[in-house]
Protein backbone atom coordinates (compact mmCIF):
# COMPACT_ATOMS: atom_id res chain seq x y z
CA UNK A 1 0.00 0.00 0.00
CA UNK A 2 2.58 2.20 0.73
CA UNK A 3 4.70 2.11 -2.51
CA UNK A 4 1.48 2.29 -4.56
CA UNK A 5 0.34 5.35 -2.37
CA UNK A 6 4.10 6.86 -3.16
CA UNK A 7 4.07 6.39 -6.75
CA UNK A 8 1.80 8.98 -8.29
CA UNK A 9 3.55 11.80 -5.99
CA UNK A 10 6.53 10.92 -7.59
CA UNK A 11 5.36 10.81 -11.05
CA UNK A 12 3.45 14.30 -10.35
CA UNK A 13 6.82 15.73 -9.43
CA UNK A 14 8.43 14.45 -12.71
CA UNK A 15 9.13 17.39 -15.11
CA UNK A 16 7.55 19.30 -12.42
CA UNK A 17 9.54 22.63 -10.33
CA UNK A 18 8.75 23.98 -7.06
CA UNK A 19 6.47 26.26 -7.88
CA UNK A 20 3.81 23.43 -9.45
CA UNK A 21 3.74 21.70 -6.23
CA UNK A 22 1.51 24.67 -4.41
CA UNK A 23 -1.60 24.32 -3.70
CA UNK A 24 -4.52 24.92 -6.24
CA UNK A 25 -7.74 24.49 -7.10
CA UNK A 26 -8.64 22.40 -10.46
CA UNK A 27 -10.12 25.47 -12.39
CA UNK A 28 -8.41 26.93 -15.20
CA UNK A 29 -9.05 30.32 -13.26
CA UNK A 30 -7.54 29.27 -10.22
CA UNK A 31 -4.79 28.18 -12.07
CA UNK A 32 -3.85 31.20 -14.10
CA UNK A 33 -4.39 33.21 -10.83
CA UNK A 34 -1.45 31.19 -9.20
CA UNK A 35 0.69 31.95 -12.00
CA UNK A 36 -0.01 35.52 -11.61
CA UNK A 37 0.54 36.08 -8.31
CA UNK A 38 4.01 33.65 -9.14
CA UNK A 39 5.24 36.13 -11.61
CA UNK A 40 4.78 38.87 -9.78
CA UNK A 41 5.91 37.76 -6.59
CA UNK A 42 9.05 36.62 -8.39
CA UNK A 43 9.46 40.06 -10.01
CA UNK A 44 8.97 41.70 -6.79
CA UNK A 45 11.75 39.56 -4.95
CA UNK A 46 13.82 40.33 -7.53
CA UNK A 47 13.13 43.90 -6.95
CA UNK A 48 13.92 43.68 -3.55
CA UNK A 49 17.37 41.57 -4.02
CA UNK A 50 18.51 44.46 -5.95
CA UNK A 51 17.97 46.68 -3.14
CA UNK A 52 20.89 44.68 -1.11
CA UNK A 53 23.65 46.38 -3.37
CA UNK A 54 27.09 47.29 -2.66
CA UNK A 55 29.38 50.18 -4.92
CA UNK A 56 32.44 48.28 -6.37
CA UNK A 57 35.07 50.97 -6.72
CA UNK A 58 35.94 51.73 -9.86
CA UNK A 59 33.18 50.01 -12.05
CA UNK A 60 29.30 51.38 -12.54
CA UNK A 61 28.00 47.92 -11.82
CA UNK A 62 27.26 47.38 -8.18
CA UNK A 63 27.50 43.79 -6.56
CA UNK A 64 23.72 42.92 -5.76
CA UNK A 65 21.11 40.29 -4.83
CA UNK A 66 19.33 40.97 -7.95
CA UNK A 67 21.20 37.95 -10.50
CA UNK A 68 20.83 35.22 -7.62
CA UNK A 69 16.86 36.03 -6.83
CA UNK A 70 16.74 35.72 -11.08
CA UNK A 71 18.04 32.60 -11.40
CA UNK A 72 16.02 31.52 -8.35
CA UNK A 73 13.06 32.77 -9.81
CA UNK A 74 13.61 30.96 -12.92
CA UNK A 75 14.61 27.76 -10.99
CA UNK A 76 11.46 27.86 -8.63
CA UNK A 77 9.56 29.31 -11.24
CA UNK A 78 10.37 27.22 -14.55
CA UNK A 79 10.92 28.76 -18.01
CA UNK A 80 7.69 30.44 -18.63
CA UNK A 81 7.09 32.10 -15.23
CA UNK A 82 10.19 32.71 -15.27
CA UNK A 83 10.81 34.58 -18.21
CA UNK A 84 7.64 36.55 -17.58
CA UNK A 85 8.59 37.24 -13.92
CA UNK A 86 12.03 38.44 -15.22
CA UNK A 87 10.25 40.44 -17.94
CA UNK A 88 7.80 42.00 -15.73
CA UNK A 89 10.67 43.29 -14.02
CA UNK A 90 12.49 44.43 -16.80
CA UNK A 91 9.66 46.60 -18.37
CA UNK A 92 8.35 47.79 -15.31
CA UNK A 93 11.90 49.47 -14.03
CA UNK A 94 12.25 50.97 -17.26
CA UNK A 95 8.57 52.05 -17.42
CA UNK A 96 10.29 54.30 -13.86
CA UNK A 97 9.51 51.82 -11.00
CA UNK A 98 12.93 52.28 -9.03
CA UNK A 99 13.47 48.67 -8.37
CA UNK A 100 16.82 47.93 -10.51
CA UNK A 101 20.05 48.09 -8.06
CA UNK A 102 20.49 50.58 -6.07
CA UNK A 103 17.09 52.22 -6.50
CA UNK A 104 17.36 52.79 -10.19
CA UNK A 105 15.27 52.73 -12.82
CA UNK A 106 15.45 53.14 -16.66
CA UNK A 107 17.07 51.86 -19.63
CA UNK A 108 19.85 53.93 -19.95
CA UNK A 109 22.10 52.89 -17.48
CA UNK A 110 25.14 50.82 -18.17
CA UNK A 111 24.22 48.13 -16.35
CA UNK A 112 20.74 47.26 -18.01
CA UNK A 113 22.66 44.80 -20.04
CA UNK A 114 22.45 42.46 -16.89
CA UNK A 115 18.70 42.86 -16.90
CA UNK A 116 18.53 41.26 -19.82
CA UNK A 117 20.39 38.13 -19.54
CA UNK A 118 19.22 37.78 -16.08
CA UNK A 119 15.77 37.29 -18.25
CA UNK A 120 17.20 34.78 -20.67
CA UNK A 121 19.26 33.44 -18.08
CA UNK A 122 15.87 33.02 -15.88
CA UNK A 123 14.20 30.85 -18.62
CA UNK A 124 17.12 29.20 -19.10
CA UNK A 125 17.64 27.64 -15.63
CA UNK A 126 13.61 27.05 -15.80
CA UNK A 127 13.55 24.90 -18.52
CA UNK A 128 16.46 23.15 -17.11
CA UNK A 129 14.65 22.58 -13.44
CA UNK A 130 12.28 21.06 -15.44
CA UNK A 131 15.08 18.29 -16.45
CA UNK A 132 15.95 18.01 -12.75
CA UNK A 133 18.77 20.33 -12.96
CA UNK A 134 17.34 21.64 -9.06
CA UNK A 135 17.55 18.60 -7.56
CA UNK A 136 21.46 17.41 -6.55
CA UNK A 137 24.15 19.71 -5.47
CA UNK A 138 25.99 18.88 -8.68
CA UNK A 139 23.71 20.07 -11.08
CA UNK A 140 22.13 23.00 -9.22
CA UNK A 141 26.25 23.85 -9.44
CA UNK A 142 25.80 23.32 -13.05
CA UNK A 143 22.91 25.51 -13.43
CA UNK A 144 23.82 28.33 -11.37
CA UNK A 145 27.25 28.28 -13.59
CA UNK A 146 25.59 28.47 -16.77
CA UNK A 147 22.94 31.15 -15.37
CA UNK A 148 25.58 33.40 -14.72
CA UNK A 149 27.34 32.92 -17.52
CA UNK A 150 24.57 34.21 -19.76
CA UNK A 151 24.05 37.69 -17.48
CA UNK A 152 27.51 38.15 -18.39
CA UNK A 153 27.47 36.80 -21.90
CA UNK A 154 24.77 40.19 -22.19
CA UNK A 155 26.16 42.48 -19.48
CA UNK A 156 29.46 42.76 -20.44
CA UNK A 157 29.43 43.79 -24.03
CA UNK A 158 26.63 45.89 -22.96
CA UNK A 159 28.47 47.39 -20.88
CA UNK A 160 31.14 47.49 -23.30
CA UNK A 161 29.22 49.64 -25.51
CA UNK A 162 26.91 51.76 -23.11
CA UNK A 163 30.38 53.14 -21.73
CA UNK A 164 33.07 52.99 -24.67
CA UNK A 165 35.30 50.52 -22.49
CA UNK A 166 37.01 47.97 -24.40
CA UNK A 167 35.59 44.31 -23.98
CA UNK A 168 38.94 43.58 -21.88
CA UNK A 169 37.87 46.77 -19.66
CA UNK A 170 34.39 46.03 -19.50
CA UNK A 171 35.34 42.14 -18.77
CA UNK A 172 37.81 43.81 -15.30
CA UNK A 173 35.08 46.22 -14.63
CA UNK A 174 31.62 43.81 -14.95
CA UNK A 175 32.49 40.20 -14.41
CA UNK A 176 35.70 40.17 -12.17
CA UNK A 177 35.07 41.95 -9.38
CA UNK A 178 31.82 39.69 -9.08
CA UNK A 179 33.07 35.82 -9.33
CA UNK A 180 33.69 35.21 -5.57
CA UNK A 181 29.78 36.61 -4.78
CA UNK A 182 28.77 34.43 -7.74
CA UNK A 183 30.21 31.24 -5.79
CA UNK A 184 28.77 31.80 -2.86
CA UNK A 185 25.73 32.47 -4.55
CA UNK A 186 25.86 29.35 -6.27
CA UNK A 187 26.91 27.90 -2.71
CA UNK A 188 23.79 29.06 -1.51
CA UNK A 189 21.69 27.62 -4.04
CA UNK A 190 23.16 24.49 -4.12
CA UNK A 191 22.60 23.87 -0.13
CA UNK A 192 18.71 25.58 -0.57
CA UNK A 193 17.32 24.04 -3.92
CA UNK A 194 18.36 20.08 -3.16
CA UNK A 195 17.24 20.48 0.29
CA UNK A 196 13.69 22.05 -0.59
CA UNK A 197 12.94 18.75 -2.66
CA UNK A 198 14.13 16.31 -0.25
CA UNK A 199 11.95 17.88 2.39
CA UNK A 200 9.30 17.58 -0.23
CA UNK A 201 10.24 14.05 -0.57
CA UNK A 202 10.23 13.19 2.77
CA UNK A 203 6.22 14.65 3.27
CA UNK A 204 5.17 12.95 -0.31
Do not use: C
Not at 34 to 56: C, E, F, K
Not at 147 to 153: E, L, T
Amino acid sequence: MSTAAAAPVRSLRAGTVLADLLPASGSVAASRARDIALVVGGAALTGLAAQLSVPVPGSPVPVSGQTFAALLVGTALGARRGFLALALYAVAGMAGVPWFAQASSGYGMPSFGYVLGMLLASTVVGALARRGADRSVLRTAGAMVLGSAIVYAVGVPYLALATGMTLGQAVAAGLTPFLIGDALKAALAMGVLPTAWKLLDRKG
